[in-house]
Each structure stands twice: as C-alpha cells, then as structure tokens.
C-alpha cells in the first residue's frame, strides 16, 4: 500500500493493487487507514516495549489495556486466568483492577518463568491476589492444576498470551473455554501478526499462521462463543473499531 498525505489539501490518497482512491483526511476511513499502518510500524519498532505498571514492564499496546479494563469492569469475573507471563506486567494490571474493585485474583500460567522476573512478580505488593504455575499451558497436568484453583460458582475471563502459533492458539482455546462463563471472554491476543508477513521484523509464514486465524476457525467449531467486539462504554466520537493489536480476539461466551 502506497499513501500520500496532503495536509495542505486535506486528502488522503492511498493505493492498494494498483488501484488510487482519494478520500478526505479528516474522516474516520483515513483514521483507520492511517492507524494500521501505525500499528503495524509501531511493532516493528518495538512500541510497546516501552510501559510499564506499577514497576513491571508490560508488554501491552495502551489502548488494548484500556479496553480490556473497560471489560473486566463490566464483567467483573472473579477469576482472570493468563497464558504468558513474561515480565509479568499483565499479572500485575489485572490485579491492581481486581484491588480496586474490592474482588478478584489472577492465575498465571507460563512454560518458563524466569528467576529473576518470578522474584519481582513474588516480592511485589499485589502478589498476594495472584497465583503462579509453571508449565506448558495445554499439558493436562497443568491444565488440571488451574482448574483446581477455580472455585464453583465463580466467573472466569481467560486471555491468551503465550504461544501465538495457530495450531497452540487452537489447543489453548480447546483446553481453556469450558472455564469460561457466560458473558466473559476469552482472549486470543495479538492477532496483528496476520498483518506483519512482510515488516523487518515479521515472517511470512504470518499471514496464516497466527491467534486471529485460531479464533474463527474455533468460533466455526463452537456456536457457543461468538467473536465480537465489546461494546465502548464511554464513546462521543464517530469512530466505532479499536485500534488494536487484537483483531478478532475477543470471543463472548453466549
């Protein structure tokens, strides 16, 4: 895609496949237009590598932090359970919504926890609403293990931010819907990656080959779950889709 910015004539004029449009600037098909690309070059230089929560990096674009808030608020699980922990920056937002709201703890599972991020997650002042297992996130003994932890009756939400590959998106989202209640989520992140097979730091094989593609192909599988966006609650603008570097990931159990 080619683009060309005239703020003097406030027009966007774009090509894709040899084909030109202009569009004017200053409307939401050009926002939109203009955001992927910046999404897509923000990852490449690592953007969002750069925040932090409460001291622990978090790996997280700003507005998909914010729009999962707006949803943990509105669902209120009693449970949120992560695959990935890296730095565990995650872990540590989620609980410090859980501290406010006055309920809720977190559960995070991960192949290998690092020593040194372990003892920061363990040493933090939030660590007492979260739990941490280690091991691969679709071995039945570890599956078991988190399952154990969820009490009957409570509500669960499940992001999944470990292995982005389709085929361990997809042994995720088998191994973990059933915890899902109803109204919650269940969150196969960064599906962006079918839009970088051809950045620096990307690889083709991508295009086909990521979170977003688990997701509808589970979806086709299981009319129980529905992939939609959650509906803003706060929005006096005209614009309508999130900037996000998790397309189709947000799948509502019915």
Same mark, same amino acid.
């Given at each position: 895609m080619k683009f060309i910015v005239d703020t003097d004539t406030q027009q966007l004029t774009y090509e894709i496949n040899g084909d030109h449009k202009t569009i004017p600037l200053y409307t939401? *098909? =050009?926002? *939109?237009?203009?955001?992927q690309q910046w999404l897509t070059l923000g990852?490449?230089?690592?953007?969002?590598?750069?925040?932090?929560?409460?001291?622990? @990096?978090i790996i997280q674009l700003p507005e998909d932090l914010i729009r999962i808030q707006e949803v943990i608020y509105q669902v209120k699980p009693d449970v949120i359970i992560e695959t990935g922990i890296a730095h565990g920056g995650s872990l540590i937002y989620y609980a410090s919504l859980f501290q406010a709201m006055g309920k809720g703890r977190v559960i995070g599972v991960d192949i290998e926890i690092r020593p040194h991020n372990r003892q920061a997650i363990e040493s933090h002042e939030l660590f007492p609403l979260i739990t941490l297992i280690e091991g691969s996130s679709i071995a039945p003994e570890i599956l078991s293990? $988190?399952?154990?932890?969820?009490?009957?009756g409570e509500s669960i939400m499940v992001v999944l931010d470990s292995n982005h590959t389709k085929q361990h998106v997809l042994a995720e989202l088998e191994s973990y819907s059933d915890l899902v209640t109803?109204?919650?989520?269940? $969150?196969?992140?960064?599906?962006?990656?079918?839009?970088?097979d051809?950045?620096?730091?990307?690889?083709?094989e991508w295009k086909l080959d990521n979170p977003a593609e688990a997701a509808i192909e589970f979806v086709a599988q299981h009319p129980e779950f529905v992939i *939609?966006?959650?509906?803003? @609650?706060?929005? *006096?603008?005209?614009?309508?889709?999130?900037?996000?570097?998790?397309?189709? =990931?947000?799948?509502?159990?019915?």
């Open positions: 939401n *098909e =050009a926002f *939109e237009l203009i955001s990852w490449n230089q690592k953007y969002t590598y750069s925040f932090s929560w409460l001291g622990r @990096p293990q $988190v399952k154990s932890l969820v009490k009957p109803s109204g919650s989520y269940i $969150v196969p992140t960064d599906g962006i990656m079918k839009d970088l051809n950045v620096p730091r990307g690889k083709s *939609e966006q959650p509906k803003w @609650p706060f929005n *006096e603008s005209t614009l309508t889709q999130n900037i996000t570097h998790w397309p189709s =990931a947000w799948l509502r159990r019915k």
